[in-house]
Structures are given as C-alpha cells and as structure tokens.
Nanobody, 124 residues
Framework: QVQLVESGGGLVQAGDSLQLSCVAS????????MGWIRQAPGKEREVVAA????????YYLDSVKGRFTMFKNNAKNTGFLQMNSLKPEETAVYYC?????????????????WGQGTQVTVSS
C-alpha cells in the first residue's frame, strides 16, 4: 500500500521560505510522477510542481517559477519542495501526490495516491 507522509508546513511571514518533505513508502513501481498540489479555501486544486521520478523533466506553475524548486532524494524515496519568497495568496493545504508515469503533470485529477496534506499559512 502506497503511503505518503508530508511535513514542513507552518506559519510564516510574506517573503519567508519553507521546505516541504514527502516520504513515499510501499511503492512497487520505479517510474512514477510525484507532484505537490495545493488547495486554498474556496479555490480549486492546482499542481504547483511535479516531476517524473526517473527523469529530469519538471513542471512548475507559472506563478511559482523562479521561487519554488522541487527536488528529491532517491535513496530515501523522498521528495522536497523548497518555497522561497512566499506570498499571502499562497496560503493553502499542500499535498504530496503520486501518479502513473504517463499522467499529465499539471492535472490534479490524474494523481492516484495522496498524502494527508500540510498547512502552509503566509501572513502579510
């Protein structure tokens, strides 16, 4: 059974940084997509960043390009999202999710496995 455990959320001020972590366990396949997806109250989910685990291909939401970086530790099956220069409008629950290798990176509905989410609150 695939399990994803996120950590690293919290309350920060605008302009601050946070690093989220996602530990994946129970994976029986080596080629998959890992994404970070956020949902703010009253808004639809959006994929912030994603990559195919076995390639260098990256996706970033336009509004986070240059500020957010997604990277991984292969040995520990752990993905990370480094978020810099955070903005109040980026307050949301951030989820780590995994999908099949063929999915569209930017499509939240195509991800199969989800973590419990971690709250990120950015105060102005």
């Amino acid at each position: 059974q695939v399990q994803l455990v996120e950590s690293g959320g919290g309350l920060v001020q605008a302009g601050d940084s946070l690093q989220l972590s996602c530990v994946a366990s129970g994976l029986t396949f080596s080629n998959f997509v890992m994404g970070w997806i956020r949902q703010a109250p009253g808004k639809e989910r959006e994929v912030v960043a994603a990559f195919r685990w076995s390639s260098a291909n990256r996706y970033y939401l336009d509004s986070v390009k240059g500020r957010f970086t997604m990277f991984k530790n292969n040995a520990k099956n752990t993905g990370f999202l480094q978020m810099n220069s955070l903005k109040p409008e980026e307050t949301a629950v951030y989820y780590c999710a995994i999908g099949e290798s063929w999915i569209t990176l930017a499509s939240p509905d195509e991800y199969t496995y989800w973590g419990q989410g971690t709250q990120v609150t950015v105060s102005s």
